[in-house]
């Protein structure tokens, strides 16, 4: 396995002071158009010029892989006209985003069930990952009707299916390999907008030993400076993998 893909909670993973993996929860676009008194919709329209700009950043600070959470399988509890918006939003965006996501070098994947979406959305979907899927600038994930405990189950049930029958237990690598993102690092650094402070079910698995970075900024606020300070938090951070500080100082 490469060291880079090591579980953080099986090995010590390499230490950097880019983060290889950044993982964010786009939270509070509701609520800056709520205090401009614009609907919610026009929230999400902004956001995704945050999604562009910080999409930039993650390649001018060299950070190879970013993973946004755009709709959890909970946020179908929503009222259905913003759900609504929100699908014909995701749709448009990726007929719209996808030539110039291709032009800059960089891979899309959708992750999380995408069963529940509309023919006319999977198949963009498909198309879109099939276009990008040589680009090596940076891995973009969007988690879209994702889950962290629906990753897991799903991430079982696969497991099970490919060795039927097994009779010596599993491991934590026989289920990882089957994870969404398994063939990618695990996120190093997590940042949530808006001011709260969980996780809302979100990469459950692979936030392990993430470093975690909240922030009052509302997601259509997040700019260059809010994005550097959570680079700078990071690079604070002593990353210790169960180690002591007198361990990392022989290191």
Same mark, same amino acid.
């Given at each position: 396995?490469?060291?880079?893909?090591?579980?953080?909670?099986?090995?010590?993973?390499?230490?950097?002071?880019?983060?290889?993996?950044?993982?964010?929860?786009?939270?509070?676009?509701?609520?800056?158009?709520?205090?401009?008194?614009?609907?919610?919709?026009?929230?999400?329209?902004?956001?995704?010029?945050?999604?562009?700009?910080?999409?930039?950043?993650?390649?001018?600070?060299?950070?190879?892989?970013?993973?946004?959470?755009?709709?959890?399988?909970?946020?179908?509890?929503?009222?259905?006209?913003?759900?609504?918006?929100?699908?014909?939003?995701?749709?448009?965006?990726?007929?719209?985003?996808?030539?110039?996501?291709?032009?800059?070098?960089?891979?899309?994947?959708?992750?999380?069930?995408?069963?529940?979406?509309?023919? #006319?959305?999977?198949?963009?979907?498909?198309?879109?990952?099939?276009?990008?899927?040589?680009?090596?600038?940076?891995?973009?994930?969007?988690?879209?009707?994702? #889950?962290?405990?629906?990753?897991?189950?799903?991430?079982?049930?696969?497991?099970?299916?490919?060795?039927?029958?097994?009779?010596?237990?599993?491991?934590?690598?026989?289920?990882?390999?089957?994870?969404?993102?398994?063939?990618?690092?695990?996120?190093?650094?997590?940042?949530?907008?808006?001011?709260?402070?969980?996780?809302?079910?979100?990469?459950?698995?692979?936030?392990?030993?993430?470093?975690?970075?909240?922030?009052?900024?509302?997601?259509?606020?997040?700019?260059?400076?809010?994005?550097?300070?959570?680079?700078?938090?990071?690079?604070?951070?002593?990353?210790?993998?169960?180690?002591?500080?007198?361990?990392?100082?022989?290191?």
């Amino acid at each position: 396995m490469l060291s880079s893909l090591i579980s953080s909670t099986r090995g010590i993973p390499t230490r950097s002071d880019v983060p290889q993996h950044i993982a964010i929860v786009m939270d509070g676009n509701g609520r800056w158009a709520r205090k401009r008194l614009m609907p919610r919709v026009a929230g999400h329209k902004r956001g995704l010029d945050t999604v562009r700009n910080v999409v930039q950043l993650c390649i001018k600070r060299g950070v190879p892989n970013l993973t946004l959470f755009a709709f959890s399988s909970e946020n179908w509890r929503r009222p259905a006209d913003e759900v609504s918006f929100l699908m014909q939003l995701f749709l448009t965006a990726l007929r719209e985003e996808v030539k110039r996501l291709h032009k800059n070098n960089i891979r899309l994947r959708i992750i999380g069930d995408c069963s529940r979406f509309d023919a #006319g959305l999977r198949a963009a979907i498909a198309e879109a990952e099939s276009l990008t899927a040589a680009n090596t600038a940076l891995t973009l994930s969007i988690a879209a009707n994702y #889950g962290g405990r629906w990753d897991i189950m799903n991430a079982m049930n696969a497991m099970l299916a490919a060795q039927p029958g097994r009779q010596e237990p599993f491991t934590e690598e026989d289920l990882a390999q089957h994870l969404c993102l398994a063939d990618l690092p695990e996120p190093d650094l997590f940042i949530r907008t808006g001011g709260e402070q969980r996780v809302s079910n979100f990469l459950l698995w692979q936030l392990a030993y993430t470093e975690f970075y909240f922030t009052d900024c509302l997601w259509p606020e997040f700019n260059e400076a809010a994005f550097d300070a959570a680079l700078a938090s990071f690079r604070g951070r002593e990353r210790r993998f169960g180690r002591t500080s007198e361990q990392l100082g022989d290191a």
